[in-house]
């Protein structure tokens, strides 16, 4: 009986500490993409409509780029409430001096919907 409640007791603690660590988990994963000059960082909603949508924006960005410079892509993202504002920034490499291009986007983490928005300057 003791070992039956010991077994119970662990088990319990167990599920207790995997929803913990769930709720606690990372809402963006980072992906990357290496080949030639280019380095893009890009992330993982792990959520079809709005993977396919930065996916689409990835390969546009890659099919446009010319492998004669370095390029430099990276993300950065702030949360408020249900909202997300996803601003992605693309170096290039040129004389000497990058480039700056930021593209910025409304993510509505509920309904899975992306709107593009302009840049705030303090996300840069």
């Known amino acids: 009986m003791k070992r039956y409640l010991f077994l119970c007791l662990v088990s319990f603690l167990f599920i207790l500490i995997l929803i913990y660590l769930y709720?606690?988990?990372e809402l963006v994963i980072s992906r990357v993409y290496k080949d030639n000059n280019i380095y893009i960082e890009y992330p993982y909603f792990n959520n079809k409509y709005l993977d396919n949508y930065i996916n689409d924006?990835?390969?546009n960005y890659i099919s446009n780029t010319s492998y004669k410079?370095?390029?430099?892509?990276k993300y950065k993202?702030?949360?408020d409430d249900n909202n997300m504002l996803l601003t992605i920034s693309d170096y290039k490499y040129v004389?000497?001096?990058?480039n700056i291009n930021n593209s910025c986007f409304n993510i509505d983490?509920?309904?899975?919907t992306i709107f593009r928005v302009s840049c705030v300057n303090n996300l840069q």
């Not at 004389?95 to 990058?98: C, F, Q, S, V």
């Not at 983490?109 to 899975?112: E, P, R, S, Y």
Request: glycine share 0%; charged share 25%.
């Open 23 to 25: 709720d606690r988990r």
């Open 57 to 59: 924006y990835i390969v």
């Open 69 to 73: 410079y370095n390029y430099y892509v």
């Open 77 to 79: 993202y702030s949360i």
């Open 95 to 98: 004389d000497n001096i990058y």
């Open 109 to 112: 983490i509920i309904d899975k």
